[in-house]
């Protein structure tokens, strides 16, 4: 299994931009999704997780700012980020609790993509 994040990249602070994960491989079913951060010299942040079944969670940082949404035909899930501040700069990792063909779920991570924020 492998997930690819996309859509990073340099944005001014106000501004938008459009992350998605698309999940590949012999998969059975996908449970959770979601997409954490990572800034330099911080720790791992989780931002905002999606069930199969649509129910999401976001951290108080984001709340009203971001949207996560997923496409269950297409494994994939969007991370929809308005209003940009140069906070907001880091990694951004997609993560998926996958189950495939062979195998339990197990949680997978993506190489992430980067988000810069200009103030």
């Known amino acids: 299994v492998q997930l690819q994040a996309s859509g990073g990249g340099l944005v001014q602070a106000g501004g938008s931009l459009r992350l998605s994960c698309v999940a590949a491989?012999?998969?059975?079913?996908?449970?959770?999704m979601g997409w954490y951060r990572q800034a330099p010299g911080k720790q791992r942040e989780l931002v905002a997780a999606?069930?199969?079944?649509?129910?999401?969670d976001y951290a108080d940082s984001v709340k009203g700012q971001f949207t996560i949404s997923r496409d269950n035909a297409k494994n994939t899930v969007y991370l929809q980020m308005n209003n940009l501040k140069p906070e907001d700069t880091a990694v951004y990792y997609c993560n998926a609790n996958i189950a495939t063909m062979t195998s339990r779920s197990m949680y997978y991570w993506g190489k992430g993509t980067q988000v810069t924020v200009s103030s």
């Open positions: 999606i069930t199969s079944g649509g129910s999401t």
């Open positions: 491989g012999s998969i059975f079913s996908i449970n959770v």
